[in-house]
């Protein structure tokens, strides 16, 4: 399972796969946790579509604190979670990329 650490972190992530219409997002969230490489390459993808959702601006979370202090907590979580579960390559490889 993501360990997020504040509650609202998978509010913020379904918030920005919402907005990003990220179907798949959106089921990866809804279990907790990926299955395949190719699960944990579209959720390292979809943080770094979700930063750059937010350096637009025009985000109404909802919750208190603005975007980019939910997507540093995210990067934790996310990162920390794709890591540990064994796909330390992917996550790495999208950060290179970004």
């Not at 972190?9 to 918030?15: D, R, S």
């Not at 604190?65 to 540093?72: F, L, P, R």
Request: negative net charge; contains cysteine; hydrophobic residues 40%.
């Amino acid at each position: 399972m993501i360990p997020y650490k504040y509650p609202e972190e998978k509010t913020v992530a379904i918030t920005f796969a919402l907005l990003l219409n990220d179907e798949t997002t959106m089921a990866i969230l809804a279990k907790g946790f990926v299955i395949s490489t190719d699960e944990a390459i579209h959720l390292s993808q979809f943080f770094w579509r979700m930063i750059e959702r937010s350096i637009e601006g025009n985000i109404q979370l909802p919750c208190e604190g603005n975007s980019e202090y939910w997507t540093e907590k995210l990067y934790n979580s996310i990162g920390g979670y794709l890591e540990k579960a064994g796909y330390a390559a992917e996550w790495n490889e999208e950060i290179d990329k970004a």
